[in-house]
């Protein structure tokens, strides 16, 4: 039996329509794309606050949400992440990525150079807590961790997109610096890294597409 107090469940409203609601979703994040090229014009703290928010209604695992996310506007601390960050790139490209990555990377034109990390005008470090905050039960355990935190990331890439804003989803190997950097207790561990801001005008992406529908849905 739960000991949850309930409330009435209030399911959001589409409108005009579900399927409208559905087809206008899918036409804003359908424009989704990783960008590398950032302008200067700043992001209010509000709109990070916003779309931090969002990913924070995310379901997760015994709704322990074992998230957290660090959001860095600060000047020198994104150069001490850029020169992290670039180090692992460097070892990464020199010596760890196996031949097939590199050659999937090839058309895409990525470097070990990563000019993004400052130029955006906020970092967003995800990380995933491998124990709760709060103990309850006698317990600080959680559960699906890496599932519960890729859903709110997700959310989170969806909200910048529906405000506007362009991010990257960047992963450097091992990402162990940004803990040390950010100051964050040891049963935090980074998750993955997006810088977030305003393309340029000029910003040009690598002419790509998804799969189509069929490839990735079956009806049983």
């Known amino acids: 039996m739960s000991t949850y107090n309930t409330i009435p469940h209030q399911p959001n409203v589409a409108e005009p329509s579900p399927q409208i609601a559905a087809e206008q979703f899918l036409e804003q994040v359908a424009g989704r794309r990783s960008i590398r ?31 957290r996310f660090v959001a860095v506007s600060d000047p020198a601390t994104k150069k001490r992440i850029r020169e992290g960050a670039e180090a692992e790139e460097r070892a990464f490209y020199e010596s760890r990525a196996s031949e097939d990555w590199l050659r999937d990377l090839e058309p895409i034109g990525t470097t070990a150079d990563k000019p993004f990390l400052e130029s955006a005008p906020w970092l967003i470090v995800v990380f995933k ?20 935190v890729g859903i709110a990331t997700g959310l989170l890439l969806a909200a910048a997109t529906c405000a506007g804003l362009a991010t990257l989803t960047h992963t450097p190997s091992p990402m162990a610096f940004l803990g040390d950097i950010l100051d964050r207790p040891s049963y935090e561990r980074p998750y993955l890294l997006i810088p977030v801001g305003w393309a340029t005008d000029e910003c040009r992406v690598p002419d790509i597409a998804r799969k189509n529908l069929d490839q990735i849905l079956v009806f049983d």
């Open 37 to 67: 090229h950032f302008s200067d014009r700043p992001v209010p703290r509000e709109l990070i606050e916003q779309i931090v928010a969002a990913a924070g209604t995310a379901p997760s695992g015994a709704n322990k949400q074992p998230w």
């Open 129 to 148: 807590l491998m124990e709760d905050d709060i103990e309850q039960n006698n317990s600080r355990r959680v559960y699906y961790v890496n599932e519960s």
